[in-house]
């Protein structure tokens, strides 16, 4: 503490003032403790100003000032303190548009503006934007043609947005906004997708009030899509109309990228606006793209916030057996359907192994919660911050996370699920046929050949087993008389693991800064702290396709868990309007615009 080393200091000059002709040991001793009273005030100096933007040249380690052995090390960090382990960037306000950005603070806050962000969420949810998996291409399936109303009721909510930006339309129904700047900066993205998952028939009659009925009950607003993800879209709309209302003009060219099957294969929508952009701009040219992610959820009474850094890759591997048919009266040993049960039961005797790496975003994430959640387990804390260094902690470190809970199986490794079986067409005729899907979620140290090379590895000495040839993801693995074996990847989706987004100094701390200037300065939260960690995100977004447009792809929407009524793709979605939905989400996204917009980013 402070005074602490105020008074030693003070000692250490007194005793040396008194005993000047002591002996060449006790001045040098006295020395050693000046010296050491220095390094210890330089030490605090640095703590305390390391937590600016200035953190990124400050590598001093703060270890040694919370021993691991003492009380101190076993506690959280407050969120205004900063984290070797986890840096934090303080709240980023807009500087050269301050008082556009307060004013816009005092709109959001307001009545008239509320009800005007509640009214264009309700037009865009009464559309029902569903895409199916089975859809056909835009132009050959009549389903697609909803998004056109959901474009005529976009264009009636915000003319000045349409009147001011460029609007492109891409494979009829993926909207692309373009908001020229004045200089010549990279430009950026605000991205979100306008479908929604298809609600079944046969809920409809669970829901409180009809799926798209958009209906507002004074707190929650009712209906498909309200949660994922027509309110990022709409609150994106909201700032940006909010901006030119008060003749706002960019420096750096914005563009907004609106798909339209992220619930579904992705390919008609966000596939051909990737193909787009990166035709119109070039591969790399732009400094950042922000679409739909994690959220804000309260540890502890401490607030964080997720945004995702990167993704897991996606693999479906269809299992089909193939043998002679003939009448089941006379039948062999196994039939396509019995050995098939055998390849799926060496499948899920065998899962894939989870590990935790130093270099990965689950590590990443371990570390901020240790550091930042104050009812992280104590020991878990100390084992975490050993594990930075410590090879054997790290290893207990894994164990302990895998035992914790059976979600963080899915954080550090692939896994697997047999989610579709066939075989057969009549009881008293053998099977020629009979096949499985396996549903592959690819960890971010895997990759998609690890993962085909693990399926022909496993399976190899089983074909061989039945004398059963098998053919791997397009190539003869081995052969036999007793029938076939192939793998192959279900309908072509197969995804790597997403590249890892850098969250040094640049567009993380910008986005971090945005989050916490949006927090913080919102009237609701009582100047509240909120954390900022990467997070990984075991689901996919439309990002897949943008991979080659910039290194700095973030997936966040600035909603509280707690704002969906009853989560996303069931019954009863819903949208909290409690100041902290809607409004503070356009208040996120338009500081983020303005900080954006006035960085020096290349």
């Known amino acids: 503490m402070a005074p602490a080393q105020s008074d030693l200091c003070h000692f250490t000059g007194r005793t040396f003032r008194k005993h000047r002709h002591e002996s060449s040991w006790s001045r040098l001793l006295l020395v050693f403790r000046v010296l050491l009273c220095g390094l210890v005030i330089i030490s605090v100096v640095l703590y305390k100003f390391c937590d600016s933007a200035f953190l990124p040249i400050c590598h001093f380690s703060r270890l040694w000032l919370g021993d691991p052995c003492s009380g101190l090390a076993a506690k959280s960090q407050p969120p205004g303190v900063n984290s070797t382990t986890c840096p934090q960037w303080t709240a980023l306000h807009p500087t050269n548009h301050r008082g556009l950005s307060e004013d816009l603070d005092v709109t959001y806050s307001s009545e008239a503006f509320t009800q005007r962000a509640i009214q264009a969420l309700r037009d865009a949810v009464r559309v029902p934007t569903e895409s199916y998996d089975d859809n056909g291409p835009v132009g050959e399936d009549s389903r697609w043609d909803t998004f056109a109303e959901l474009h005529r009721v976009l264009e009636a909510s915000f003319p000045r947005v349409y009147e001011s930006l460029n609007v492109t339309k891409v494979n009829t129904y993926g909207l692309v906004f373009h908001w020229q700047g004045s200089t010549t900066a990279k430009p950026y993205i605000l991205a979100a997708h306008q479908d929604v998952v298809p609600v079944e028939s046969q809920t409809v009659k669970d829901w409180k009030h009809d799926p798209y009925s958009g209906y507002y009950d004074g707190t929650w607003i009712w209906g498909r899509g309200t949660c994922d993800d027509k309110s990022d879209l709409i609150r994106q709309l909201l700032a940006i109309d909010s901006l030119l209302k008060q003749d706002f003009s960019p420096a750096r060219t914005l563009i907004l990228s609106y798909g339209f099957d992220e619930e579904s294969k992705g390919i008609e929508g966000a596939g051909h606006l990737a193909r787009y952009l990166e035709e119109t701009y070039g591969s790399d040219a732009f400094a950042l793209l922000l679409d739909e992610g994690s959220l804000y959820t309260d540890m502890g009474g401490i607030v964080f916030a997720t945004p995702s850094t990167s993704e897991k890759g996606y693999l479906d591997v269809k299992i089909t057996l193939s043998t002679p048919g003939g009448h089941s009266s006379v039948p062999p040993s196994h039939t396509s359907i019995g050995l098939l049960s055998r390849f799926i039961a060496a499948v899920e005797d065998n899962p894939h192994q989870a ?46 996370l895998l035992a914790s809970h059976p979600q963080y199986k899915a954080i550090l490794g692939t896994t697997q699920a047999v989610d579709l079986v066939e075989g057969g067409v009549k009881v008293n005729a053998l099977p020629e046929r009979a096949s499985a899907v396996v549903n592959h979620r690819i960890a971010e140290h895997s990759s998609v050949g690890e993962l085909q090379q693990h399926m022909i590895d496993l399976l190899t000495p089983l074909a061989a087993k039945y004398d059963l040839a098998l053919v791997a993801f397009g190539s003869n693995v081995t052969c036999g008389g007793a029938g076939q074996v192939v793998l192959s990847d279900f309908l072509g989706m197969a995804l790597e693991p997403s590249p890892v987004t850098p969250t040094e100094y640049g567009p993380w701390a910008l986005l971090q800064g945005s989050i916490k200037a949006a927090f913080e300065s919102s009237p609701t939260r009582n100047s509240s702290k909120v954390v900022v960690i990467p997070s990984l995100s075991i689901g996919n977004t439309d990002t897949r396709f943008y991979w080659n447009l910039t290194k700095h792809i973030f997936r966040f929407s600035p909603s509280f868990d707690t704002d969906h009524f009853n989560g996303a793709h069931t019954v009863n979605e819903g949208k909290s309007f409690r100041a902290d939905s809607l409004n503070e989400g356009v208040r996120f996204y338009t500081k983020f615009i303005l900080n954006v917009d006035e960085s020096d980013l290349p």
């Open 355 to 400: 590990s935790l790496f130093r270099t990965g975003t689950p590590f990443a994430t371990t570390q901020c919660l240790a550091a930042y959640n104050p009812v992280y387990p104590d020991d878990l804390r100390k084992l975490a911050r050993k594990a930075v260094t410590d090879d054997a902690a790290l290893k207990v470190l894994q164990e302990r």
